[in-house]
């Protein structure tokens, strides 16, 4: 029978009334006294070189204070990596940013922005990924995590061995990350000598690793620089990028004209300057004995990256490498560098677009074999890490899809689908996983004299329950009850934590509040030891106390006292302790995955060329859940992201020019209410021993595999296989 983790005690995020009231400060909405508006100068040519920027007319309209563009930047900026593009005259894409106008109010921002004339040299573009194709190029790493390209084997004699081979090219589109916050920056300097000299409230996913670049680049030190970001509205990865060069744009502005500054882009520019998922061409070939055991896999990805910044690689291959058992696999990534914004991470990150072409090439071999595709892959699970040869930490992908399996109905499956009226409706499965990775961290716990706790760490809360986690975890170490517990984040004065990416917040912060708690412990243990009052009694260890319903109790005895006389007795200001968690250990141990697997219902309209996603039921297995309720969240936003991928959201570009032709969401479609479908999300039990606490990241887990799903159950309904991401109307019109 399938199982799942309840959560009946959640009373919802204790930040929840601060957002629904309209009273929580993101970044933008920070009030600074004297706050100057700041708009970008843009330039539409996708390559070329900027001749000479010309400020008269700017800067004698009224409300205009200063621009700010390469000369200013050259003078009060280090040379620093991508920062060139604003320390250069090189025009790299269209809509590139070569200069900043400061204003009293927005509206005179723009209109200065408005009356800046560039003059620049255009130059032949590389617009596309297939114009650029001749100087295509081999990294050395995928994603920063990966190796670019890996062997095992001898792939290419398996795969002509092989019974049964599925070979096929698969493509999937630029995809933009599109937050509800757009990105913004508040910034003012302080004119101290010493301390903070430069305060930044900005939407990041990594306070810390922001606070760095900025230091870096003005040569100050890093302790010198205050970065804010109290609440995010989403990132899914574009906010994690740090070097942005507008916002570097916007301080210096500020500091030449010494009041703050505020500096928000609009939809349209998140599309060209908040970073983007690279399309992939991926060519994959998997074959198999007559059995359906695998022999051999060749994973081949084509992708684009920019012509300004170093060469990134999502590791859209890594998953052929080891989420199945196959002794003989080889996989590759080459870049193409074009006229066009730069990649970065986005949710599933390589995982993704990868699974895509993977799981859709199993559901082919598995219909060439006349194998079920559940059958498939449980024959095919890897006993161990297959690139690294390293045991699992743990594995719960037969458990994901055999609880999935039942909990969808599987067993009940129409190979071809069936009809309903005009309806053609079809089933499609596919496996997710993603690696379970940490950070180091730190954190600060606190118990009041009055009973309560306070939690601080500089981590950040994208909007995905980190609040909440935090102060859920430290209530059930502490014997409190949730509504007990503060949580502060967001600031580089608190203690460092983690950037927010790659599903490692959670799985970073719990062994450091487990420590925290122990310490607690361990110095409340001393302090009632030596009070000659204490009933608690001289012999008392840490572990012989524990923490229950607001009090301090030793084990085995009626022996407690309230958490507030107990903190007002000994410590009146309050009992503080630290909780550190290293990061990954350097030498490699067991391999910590999570797993899932995601079963589809659509439904496809030949007449209309709509395919609606009916049901989407998934099973997860991603170590110990902390908070179900958040978990659940966490799966159906990613199944959301998934869903979106698969049949509706693309960035399209001039193949000409390179330049974006629909920057709006009138172009650029995104799943809404209307396209939800019933969500069945299924948390396997799993115990892990081997990572910190038991707890993985699960953030990135639900995005992947989904696409493939849909497309799998668009196949079943309609007998076209379709292997370019979106599925659109005219991909399906007239099918089935």
Known sequence: MSQTIEDPGFKGRIEGPLKVSGTAVFAAETPMPGLLHAALVQVPITCGEVLAVETDAALALPGVLDVVGQSEAVAMLRRAGVLNLILQPQIHFADQPVALVVAETAVQARDGAAAVRVRWREAAPVPSLEAGLADAYAPDMAGGRAKAASLRGDPAAALAGAAAVSRARYVTAVNNHHPMEPHAVVCAWTGARTGVQLEVHTCTQAVFGTRSVIAHALGLEPEAVRVVSTFLGGGFGCKGQLWWPWMMLAILAARRTGRPVRLELSRGQLFTLAGRRSTSIQDLAVGADADGRLLGIDHQVLAQTSTHAPGYADPVAAVSRLTYACANVVTGHRLVR?????????????????????????????????????????????????????????????????????????SQRAVRGWSEGDLRVGWGMAVASYPARRQPCSLRLRVEADGTALVQCGTQDMGSGTYTALARAAAEGLGLAVEQVAVELGDTELPEGPRSAGSQVTQSFAPAMAGAIAALRARLAEGLAADPASPFGEDLAPEDLEFVDGAVRRRGTNVAAPWRELVRHLAPEGLEAMGEAPGMPAEPGPTAMGFGAVFAEVAVDPWLGEARVRRLTAAYAAGRILNPTLARNQYISGLIGGLGMALQEETVSDARTGRIVGDSFTDYAIPVNADMPAFDIVMVPEHDPHVPEGVKGIGMLGHVGTAAAIAEAIFQATGRRIRRLPIRVEDILGLG
């Open 338 to 410: 074009t006229n066009e914004p730069q990649p970065v991470p986005m949710r599933g990150p390589g995982e993704a677009p990868g699974s895509f072409a993977l799981e859709t090439a199993l559901n082919e071999l598995a219909d060439q074999l006349d194998i079920d595709p559940v059958a498939l892959r449980l024959r095919n699970i890897a006993p161990h890490d297959q690139e690294s040869g390293l045991p699992w930490s743990s594995n719960g992908l037969a458990d994901c899809l055999r609880q999935g399996a039942e909990r969808f109905g599987w």
